[in-house]
């Protein structure tokens, strides 16, 4: 055991010079071939994240592991490549050779996971490090999405704050072991993970001041990490008047909204999202169009991975004949389209625990834009990334408006077992296999059928604010 500690301290670690500046430095001879910096959410995992921190400090240079708990992550990320650009303009060619080659780690659930891929987003970083994924949540959608994590046995289970289904997974290893020998197995394997490049989602939302009522008014800071307030709006807006808001933020993997009732109130239950917002997508540059929604449809997912819930896939695998006919292409991870999934029942309900089961596919669009007005509804229930809120709607004749658009790129750090495919990947087939929809929720319903915002500090928190990372997953 001690040579595999003696050689990850080789090929993972970073002399203290580049890490803390000020730092006097040494000549170093061996350049590492697989520098990393660690994050941890200590919160995460029940005790895991504290002794993952332990482990990975006694393997690695503890100055290049982070507990999120005690520093945010652009503070360090800041100061690392401040250094590394002074350094290599000192003719420094290791601090070249780190940066070419830097990797990330994030041990947390997709919460913490998405506050580092915004943070990477944010900061505009030369080189921009990829980042893997250590499962320590609940969902751990992005570590199935990218094969951090294999899946196995499904269960099912009631979430209480929505009133609905929701379906947990249990597999092979529900939490990383925090032993040396498997942090210095996961360290190869980041090592030899390819990288892959995914698209960013930006999300505005646009709200008049709740009002006291059923629905408790949104502080900034009860929304997800991911969103923020945002004040500079355009003059010719519409809606830059008083009482209204802004709200802006990122996302990966998936937003989703669910229409929502009491237990045993028969009248509501036959709501649908068509009766709560219209909803428009964009598929060329510059048209939009309105969306279908088939009655019945009370949820809907926009999904950029194949990863939904703890593993599943809404979108499914539509067979060929399906796709050509309604112009549908693979849903590609890096293709600048997300995938528009309904269900009809809150969130995802039973359909996806089938053979081949799916929601009810709807559309891939580039651009989605919901525009709530006074309705039946006084509230819906919306998450990015697993982070939920519960969102006032219009009591008066005021409007909500929630828009969702391409921002970008990020790159992941995937291992053999990645279910996610590019469209720049040569082994990506270029069709999905054959599938019967036998368990698909479109048949229920007889088949029916940029601006760049730019915001500098979007996924980071306001200054001066000391926040609890324990709610994070």
Known sequence: MAGVGIRTLKEFSIPDYILVPGTEI????????????????????????GELLVTYSSLLNKNQVFDLGVKAPDKVLQQLYANLEMLKHNGDNLAAEIQNRLRIIVAGGDGTASWLLGVVSDLKLPQPPPIATVPLGTGNNLPFAFGWLKLSLVVCSLDSLQHAPVINLMHGKKNPATDIQSVASFLNQVKAAKEMKIDSWHIIMRMRAPKEGSCDPIAPLELPHAMHAFHRVSSTDKLNMEGYHTYRG????????????????????????AQLAKVKIMKKQGQWEDLHIPSRIRSIVCLNLPSFSGGLNPWGKPNKKKSTYRDLTLPYVDDGLFEVVGFRNAWHGLALLAPNGHGTRLAQASKIRFEFHKGAADCTFMRIDGEPWKQPLPQDDDTVIVEISHHGQVSMLATPLCRSQSMHDPSSPAVDNEEEDSSDEESLENSEERRKFGAAETFKYPDGIDIDIAHIS
């Open 250 to 273: 990122g996302f990966w993997n998936y937003f989703s909204m669910v229409f929502n009732h009491s237990i045993g109130d028969a009248e509501m239950y036959f709501m649908n999202i």
């Open 26 to 49: 040494k000549s170093v001879s061996h350049i590492p071939l697989c520098p990393v910096i660690v994050f941890i959410n200590t919160k995460s995992g029940g005790q895991l994240g």
